[in-house]
């Protein structure tokens, strides 16, 4: 038997090195605290700043939001339609999974030359047309047509312009905006290594992120945000709320939205998240969705001593923001593509073969015989 080192899930083991993202120090992207980019920046900007490493200048904001558009306008036809002519109950996950890497076929650099310049281009390119293969995608299940990216809006009002072929409110972008700033980066989740290990190959940007979204879709991981609103679905009044949990911990039930890997003592994007999706809830007229969260975080609190993740918030507040719970996942995709696309990258940049070992602990050797 092989005695080489081993954690179950790696975890508390180092990866890798990354200069995208600290979490050590509450968390940072390049530097930078996520509570002062929810508050000041736009998710464009974020954006920018993972794939770049600099938040842009004025010139910058204003060149990538043109690229943005640019790419958007390009999203292929040919896959707009087979998204768009999806069947109903395929998941939006498996959808979006699937439209990233059919974005491949029509990219006009696809197979073109391994370098920076390429792969910053296919990142942007893919960061500006996964929202659109969303929507088509949203729509099409509906029976309603697609309707066409706006060159002119930033990223979340265009996206949910598209979505709903009407203009959201103030209030609606700037929610949605604040909660992808949130899920854009993480350092070495699951997907985000899965995007780096299939870039260690030397493989495509596309691969790598069509890999990532696979990854991502685990009820563990993205999953939990959608897992979350059929948990409170199911709990459904806030009289039931205490005896649901009370029951559900009894029954050693994971509950979707608490505990993390590396956060054992909070999640910094569930605290800043917190007042927002309590406004949000007051707002549209959602307490007593309210009223049962806080009971079930409160029990949970105090029984298994587990902080919520921040999919207990943006869950809640996609919910009273009006959007379709099979969409919630698939917008942590639209996000997390610009952290995924930024470790791209960095890996390629400082590549090397990711290929651990595994200690063996099979059978030991032995001999076919005649009859087997
Ligand atoms: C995210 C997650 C996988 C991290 O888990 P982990 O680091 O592997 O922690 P473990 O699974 O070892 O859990 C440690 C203990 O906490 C418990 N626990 C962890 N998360 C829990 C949850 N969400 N509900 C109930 N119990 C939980 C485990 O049962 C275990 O208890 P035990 O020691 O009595 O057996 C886990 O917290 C989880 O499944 N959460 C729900 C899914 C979720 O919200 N995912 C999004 C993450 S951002």
Redesign the pocket.
């Known amino acids: 038997m092989s005695d080489i080192s081993y954690r179950p899930?790696l975890?508390g083991v180092s990866a890798g090195e990354t200069a995208i993202c600290s979490i050590d120090d509450g968390l940072r992207y390049r530097g930078y605290a996520i509570e002062d980019l929810a508050a000041n920046a736009s998710f464009a900007d974020v954006a920018f700043l993972l794939l770049r490493g600099e938040l842009p200048s004025e010139d910058d904001r204003r060149e990538f939001h043109q690229e943005l558009a640019r790419f958007a306008a390009q999203t292929p036809n040919e896959v707009l339609e087979i998204v768009h002519g999806a069947p109903a109950a395929a998941p939006l996950m498996d959808v979006i999974r699937s439209g990233a890497s059919l974005l491949a076929h029509w990219a006009p650099d696809e197979g073109g030359d391994d370098d920076m310049q390429t792969h910053l281009r296919e990142s942007t390119r893919l960061l500006a047309q996964l929202p659109v293969v969303l929507a088509a995608a949203y729509r099409g299940r509906r029976g309603l047509p697609r309707v066409d990216a706006d060159a002119e809006l930033p990223f979340a009002e265009n996206f949910l312009t598209m979505l709903h072929d009407t203009k959201p409110t103030e209030r609606a972008v700037q929610a949605l905006d604040v909660t992808l700033i949130l899920y854009a980066e993480h350092e070495f989740?699951a997907s985000t290594f899965t995007a780096r290990v299939v870039c260690s190959t030397l493989s495509d940007v596309y691969s790598s992120i069509t890999a990532a979204i696979g990854a991502l879709k685990g009820?563990?991981?993205?999953?939990?945000?959608e897992?979350?609103m059929a948990l409170l679905e199911e709990v459904g009044s806030p009289e039931n709320a205490e005896p649901w949990i009370r029951n559900a911990?009894a029954n050693?039930?994971?509950?979707?939205?608490?505990?993390?890997?590396?956060y054992?003592s909070g999640?910094p994007r569930a605290d800043y998240l917190a007042p927002l999706c309590a406004e949000l809830a007051k707002e549209s007229g959602n307490e007593h969705t309210e009223e049962i969260a806080g009971t079930i975080e409160r029990i949970?609190r105090a029984e298994?001593k587990?902080p919520p993740?921040?999919?207990?918030p943006s869950a809640r507040i996609y919910a009273y923001l009006g959007l379709p719970v099979e969409l919630y996942t698939p917008l942590f995709v639209l996000s997390r593509t610009a952290g995924w696309c930024a470790h791209f990258m960095e890996q390629r940049a400082n590549n090397r073969l990711i290929r651990p070992r595994s200690n063996y602990v099979g059978p030991g050797p032995r001999t076919m015989t005649s009859s087997s």
Not at 253 to 259: A, E, K, L, P, V
Not at 309 to 312: F, G, K, V
């Open positions: 899930g975890e989740n009820p563990l991981h993205g999953g939990a945000n897992r979350v911990l050693k039930q994971r509950i979707m939205g608490f505990g993390h890997r590396v054992k999640d949970i298994k587990l993740n921040l999919d207990w």
